[in-house]
T-cell receptor
Framework: GDSVTQMEGPVTLSEEAFLTINCTYT??????LFWYVQYPGEGLQLLLK?????DKGSNKGFEATYRKETTSFHLEKGSVQVSDSAVYFC??????????FGAGTTVTVRA | NAGVTQNPKFQVLKTGQSMTLQCAQD?????MYWYRQDPGMGLRLIYY???????DKGEVPNGYNVSRLNKREFSLRLESAAPSQTSVYFC????????????FGDGTRLSIL
């Protein structure tokens, strides 16, 4: 079945540091891939997505590229801010109505 | 812009009690979902409704029932709560297919003693 594996946290960074969160997946067919972000006490928000191989999703300075050959969708940001502290989830959809999520990575950015 | 609204936001139950979690969306989405979030496990799909009048089991449906009351509302019921159902529950909606991304509510934090 479908599954998503993302790097375990927690991750602690200083402001302006480079952030990478690794995500790999197993799926049938050609899934759509997503990154969601969850700020404390809130629900998940869609951060970015990619629907086919080599697509790059981007939003708020975050980027992720759909790599079919390595079945990966790593999240990157060049210069993080304190406001980027959150839990980040990688997810995929290869079925019309279902999303499969990774376990989440907690990121803390210190001033 | 309400989006997806969940009620209540917090609840404490005793083992064996029943409860219904309410969810409503105002985006005219066809599909709605219930997830539970547990530490270290991400979100797991409990039930979903692809369209008004249909419901289907997700990954962890045991101990739950759902009702798609109309296009806007999708409720989750625990008939006899158990401590293993202590979790944060999220409702979500999407425009027809999950490939478009889910829109999430703020969650219901449920503790079962």
């Amino acid at each position: 079945g479908d599954s998503v594996t993302q790097m375990e946290g927690p991750v602690t960074l200083s402001e302006e540091a480079f952030l990478t969160i690794n995500c790999t997946y197993t799926a049938t067919g050609y899934p759509s891939l997503f990154w969601y972000v969850q700020y404390p006490g809130e629900g998940l928000q869609l951060l970015l997505k990619a629907t086919k191989a080599d697509d790059k999703g981007s939003n708020k300075g975050f980027e992720a590229t759909y790599r079919k050959e390595t079945t990966s969708f790593h999240l990157e940001k060049g210069s993080v801010q304190v406001s980027d502290s959150a839990v980040y989830f990688c997810a995929l959809s290869s079925n019309d109505y279902k999303l499969s999520f990774g376990a989440g990575t907690t990121v803390t950015v210190r001033a | 812009n309400a989006g997806v609204t969940q009620n209540p936001k917090f609840q404490v139950l005793k083992t064996g009690q029943s409860m219904t979690l309410q969810c409503a969306q105002d985006m005219n989405h066809n599909s709605m979902y219930w997830y539970r979030q547990d530490p270290g496990m991400g979100l797991r799909l409990i039930y979903y409704s692809a369209s008004e009048g249909t419901t289907d089991k997700g990954e962890v449906p045991n101990g739950y029932n759902v009702s798609r009351l109309n296009k806007r509302e999708f409720s989750l019921r625990l008939e006899s709560a158990a401590p293993s159902q202590t979790s944060v529950y999220f409702c979500a909606s999407s425009d027809a297919q999950a490939g478009q991304g889910n829109h999430f509510g703020d969650g219901t934090r449920l503790s079962i003693l």
